[in-house]
């Protein structure tokens, strides 16, 4: 579904196994493999597989399995945040785990849109995206900072290396100063912090 999404997108998911058809499938997946396995029904089901997994859990494992491999150095990461905007209803469903599409601080000075906020964490030895999570779209810098702060302290600390975060000011704030002492981090410190924006 990645490759045929960086060539075909925006196509409904039965057109898929018109996109492989002529690709060189024993070399991208395995001998043996032909366009047809690539149906609408198999899919849906993978996509549900990957849901009920997690879809930020996934991607992180395939990136540190990828970046192991590759042996790329993991010692600085840098982490920011970015809004998209986005147009329509949003009704909200049943499904507890998505994010709200909700106005909020647009990045691109769209405050009349509706947005998500999508954090990104890659690595400085060729910016290979690590991490990436999904936010409400009124979620600001300094609450995505301060969990990841806190979630790579936890990490950082069973390292057999020193680690750090880059980020920009937003990572510095009095609610998480603590946290921040016992994590190797690079920011720029403002004299005086504000209170988030929503």
Same mark, same amino acid.
């Given at each position: 579904m990645?490759?045929?999404?960086?060539? $075909?997108?925006n196509?409904?998911?039965?057109?898929?196994? &018109?996109?492989?058809?002529?690709?060189?499938?024993?070399?991208? $997946?395995?001998?043996?493999?032909?366009?047809d396995l #690539?149906?609408?029904?198999?899919?849906?089901?993978?996509?549900?597989?990957?849901?009920?997994y997690?879809?930020?859990l996934? #991607?992180? /494992?395939? +990136?540190?399995?990828?970046?192991? &491999? +590759?042996g790329?150095?993991?010692? #600085?990461?840098?982490?920011?945040?970015t809004s $998209?905007?986005?147009?329509?209803? !949003?009704?909200?469903?049943?499904?507890?785990?998505?994010?709200?599409?909700?106005?909020?601080?647009?990045?691109?000075?769209?405050?009349?849109?509706?947005?998500?906020?999508l /954090?990104?964490?890659?690595?400085?030895?060729?910016?290979?995206?690590?991490?990436?999570?999904?936010?409400?779209g009124?979620?600001?810098?300094i609450?995505? $900072?301060? /969990?990841?702060?806190? +979630?790579?302290?936890?990490?950082?600390?069973?390292?057999?290396?020193?680690? !750090?975060?880059v980020?920009?000011c937003?990572? !510095?704030? /009095?609610?998480? +100063?603590?946290?921040?002492?016992?994590?190797?981090?690079?920011?720029?410190?403002r004299?005086?912090?504000?209170?988030?924006?929503?």
């Amino acid at each position: 579904m990645i490759v045929n999404g960086l060539g $075909f997108a925006n196509r409904p998911l039965s057109l898929t196994p &018109q996109f492989f058809a002529n690709k060189p499938l024993d070399l991208l $997946f395995r001998p043996g493999v032909c366009a047809d396995l #690539f149906n609408r029904f198999k899919l849906g089901r993978s996509l549900d597989d990957v849901s009920s997994y997690g879809c930020d859990l996934l #991607f992180s /494992e395939l +990136a540190l399995a990828v970046c192991a &491999q +590759a042996g790329i150095d993991q010692r #600085f990461n840098h982490l920011d945040t970015t809004s $998209f905007s986005l147009t329509g209803e !949003y009704i909200p469903d049943s499904d507890e785990h998505a994010i709200a599409i909700t106005h909020g601080y647009s990045k691109d000075h769209r405050p009349d849109l509706k947005q998500a906020v999508l /954090e990104l964490m890659v690595s400085q030895d060729g910016g290979v995206p690590l991490l990436s999570k999904s936010w409400d779209g009124n979620t600001s810098d300094i609450e995505v $900072f301060q /969990e990841r702060a806190q +979630a790579l302290m936890e990490t950082f600390k069973n390292s057999p290396s020193p680690r !750090y975060l880059v980020a920009d000011c937003k990572l !510095y704030h /009095e609610d998480n +100063a603590a946290n921040l002492q016992s994590l190797g981090f690079i920011t720029r410190i403002r004299r005086r912090s504000k209170s988030s924006r929503r």
